[in-house]
């Protein structure tokens, strides 16, 4: 029977409103072109939507679990190798993007601390749980692979403080997942706390799991790596951490396909003034299952120019 063992899995893990939408789209549109150079690539909704238990176990597992739940690797195995295509064995790289791993912004700013008796659910603020739900998903994916003989490398994007508070106030509005006491932005950065989000705190993350196998941690700057003229300058950038040796066989395949609507679009842009202030008048007047048409008329209509 063949086999999914990878020699290599990246996590492209955050921060938000970092690009990891855009990444994600194009990694989803090449995948088969991808898969044809032995890359498997794995998107967000791959654990939420195939694998919920799984999913479930990186989000509230138990701390002293050391080992994950069989019931899971075997539905994660599954998945990953009908994912894999009809030659699993030609895998040598995953790459997954999945920026929740470290936490969601409504999670981590927008509501009150969950699960308020498990995985120290009484801390406060974005990503307090980084630590523990990166290690379920590593743990996760040998148990799974039943393969440990992995080279591990995990990306970070960092960038300025002010800029990154400011998009996630503004992704807060644009989603309507705000409250009226952090509605006005002086009042958001005085509630919110941002404290686990710096990249020495990130890089900080996985440590004790680099002691046990072989796991690089990269921080990327974003302003730096990216060009909002220019999408597709952030691609080629993660694309060069993720597969150094095949990144230029990579862009001449993603630059030729046509097909692609995504390699030079903007994806979840931020909103202009107008655009802020018609999500905050729309609070009230829409449910939880119009909000995501609204949010995209927004988009269109409202997005921030670069």
């Not at 995948?31 to 909704?45: C, T």
């Not at 802020?276 to 007047?285: D, F, K, S, T």
């Amino acid at each position: 029977m063949s086999q999914l063992k990878p020699r290599r899995i990246f996590l492209h893990c955050g921060l938000h409103k970092t690009g990891s939408t855009y990444i994600q789209r194009n990694l989803q549109t090449n995948r088969e072109p991808l898969l044809e150079q032995g890359v498997l690539g794995l998107g967000p909704n791959t654990f939420k939507k195939r694998c919920s238990e799984f999913w479930r176990h990186l989000q509230w597992g138990r701390r002293l679990d050391r080992k994950t739940p069989q019931r899971l690797t075997s539905e994660t195995r599954h998945t990953l190798m009908e994912l894999a295509g009809e030659h699993p064995e030609t895998i040598h790289t995953i790459v997954q993007s999945f920026e929740a791993i470290l936490g969601t912004l409504h999670s981590g700013l927008a509501d009150s601390p969950l699960r308020k008796t498990l995985n120290k659910g009484h801390k406060s603020g974005l990503y307090r749980f980084a630590k523990s739900r990166t290690k379920r998903l590593i743990t996760g994916l040998e148990d799974s692979l039943e393969h440990r003989s992995i080279l591990w490398t995990i990306l970070f994007a960092s960038r300025s403080h002010e800029a990154f508070v400011r998009s996630c106030h503004n992704q807060l509005l644009k989603e309507v997942l705000y409250t009226p006491e952090t509605s006005q932005n002086d009042t958001f950065r005085q509630t919110a706390d941002f404290s686990r989000t710096d990249h020495q705190s990130l890089e900080q993350t996985p440590l004790k799991l680099a002691s046990k196998r072989d796991l690089n941690v990269v921080c990327l700057d974003y302003e730096q790596a990216s060009d909002l003229e220019a999408p597709s300058t952030l691609l080629w950038n993660v694309l060069n951490h993720a597969l150094p040796q095949q990144a230029d066989r990579f862009r001449q395949l993603m630059e030729a396909n046509t097909d692609n609507p995504n390699l030079n679009k903007t994806t979840n842009p931020g909103l202009n003034e107008r655009g802020l202030e018609l999500a905050m008048q729309a609070r009230p007047l829409f449910k939880r299952r119009g909000l995501k048409l609204f949010r995209k008329f927004l988009e269109k209509n409202f997005a921030k120019s670069p």
